[in-house]
Nanobody
Framework: QLQASGGGLVQPGGSLRLSCGAS????????MGWYRQAPGKQRELVAV???????NYAVSAMGRFTIFRDNAENVVALQMDNLKPEDTAVYYC??????????????WGQGTQVTVSS
């Protein structure tokens, strides 16, 4: 189970940090990432990070967003700086959770709203 937090209303140019924690009977977690879905648009990848810490970003996020994770705490976070109105969306965390039966389950958090507006 994934639980996301940290969304809110921010002015253009501002910053927000999203956080997402995994809980349950977890053996390990593979890739973790953040997606977003704006009204009337499809869900899109924002950033993804491997267990080893290698990150990839959508072009729109490069240079402004930073994804990082804490493997010991099963947490992934997204630091968003220089936010723009077009970043307004519901943000979802995602993770490949490997349970104690060594089965990998791709899981989604519940979504957190980010609104960038003056």
């Amino acid at each position: 189970q994934l639980q996301a937090s940290g969304g809110g209303l921010v002015q253009p140019g501002g910053s927000l940090r999203l956080s997402c924690g995994a809980s349950g009977t977890i053996f390990s977690i593979g890739n973790m990432g953040w997606y977003r879905q704006a009204p009337g648009k499809q869900r899109e990848l924002v950033a993804v990070i491997t267990r080893g810490g290698s990150a990839n970003y959508a072009v729109s996020a490069m240079g402004r967003f930073t994804i990082f994770r804490d493997n010991a705490e099963n947490v992934v976070a997204l630091q968003m700086d220089n936010l723009k109105p077009e970043d307004t969306a519901v943000y979802y965390c995602n993770a490949d959770i490997i349970n104690i039966g060594y089965r990998t389950i791709n899981s989604w958090g519940q979504g957190t709203q980010v609104t960038v507006s003056s």
